[in-house]
């Protein structure tokens, strides 16, 4: 009886000593001593399940229950800590500065984001070169230019009261619809959508900031239905 409970109590320290290391803040189910199974997404683990198992509002192909979180979202999938989770997480994932490492991962864009990250939609090169032309600033419209490197001439300080904040080489840095200069946002100028539902789930979530627990339920949605916003 003395060697049963010797061997219980040595199994018990032994869990309580991962939960030390691994940084979990609850003592998971335990069943002859092995710890609780965490979600796997293709053969990966996908800890963000634990806390984001609910969420809707998904196309089918961006569906957590098929891709997971963190293949978006980066982070540290298998963590059980919220913070040791989030860390390096990126928050707007489809900007082009993390896209190939995003949207444009092997098994999804990569050729996409490869050929929309040169492309005039992302560069805006040849109206940097005549509105700098235009102004007088250059001898002929000629030249290739990037939209991010814009200094503050005249014809840049045009070009980024008018048209920086629209194209996609333009950062998306917030949660939630772009202001009129954050309308850019790489993948996402086009294929991120917040309905009301959305919106609604959002501002909850920015609302009740202070509570660890809470989670949005509605994610906007990320599809080829493209509105004319």
């Given at each position: 009886m003395g060697e049963f409970f010797i061997k219980r109590i040595s199994s018990f320290l032994v869990i309580l000593i991962i939960i030390f290391f691994t940084g979990c803040h609850e003592i998971p189910n335990v069943n002859n001593s092995n710890l609780i199974e965490l979600p796997h997404i293709q053969g990966k683990v996908e800890s963000c399940l634990i806390c984001h198992s609910k969420m809707q509002g998904f196309s089918e192909g961006h569906e957590p229950d098929s891709i997971g979180c963190s293949v978006c979202h980066g982070?540290?999938?298998s963590e059980t800590d919220k913070l040791l989770a989030h860390k390096n997480m990126?928050?707007?994932p489809g900007n082009l500065s993390n896209a190939s490492t995003t949207c444009g991962t092997t098994n999804c864009h990569p050729a996409i984001v490869a050929r929309v990250s040169?492309?005039?939609?992302?560069?805006?090169?040849?109206?940097?070169s005549v509105d700098k032309w235009v102004f007088g600033e250059i001898p002929l419209p000629?030249?290739?230019?990037?939209?991010?490197e814009i200094g503050q001439s005249a014809?840049?300080?045009h070009l980024r009261n008018l048209c920086a904040g629209c194209h996609i080489?333009?950062?998306k840095t917030s949660h939630g619809n772009p202001t009129w200069l954050e309308r850019g946002g790489g993948?996402?100028?086009c294929h991120l959508k917040y309905n009301e539902q959305a919106l609604s789930s959002l501002h909850k979530m920015k609302m009740q900031a202070k509570n660890d627990t809470t989670v949005p339920i509605i994610h906007p949605s990320?599809?080829?239905?493209?509105?004319?916003d």
């Open positions: 982070g540290n999938a990126v928050p707007v040169t492309s005039m939609m992302a560069t805006l090169s040849g109206m940097i000629i030249g290739n230019e990037k939209i991010t014809s840049e300080v080489g333009n950062e993948c996402n100028a990320i599809d080829l239905n493209i509105s004319n």
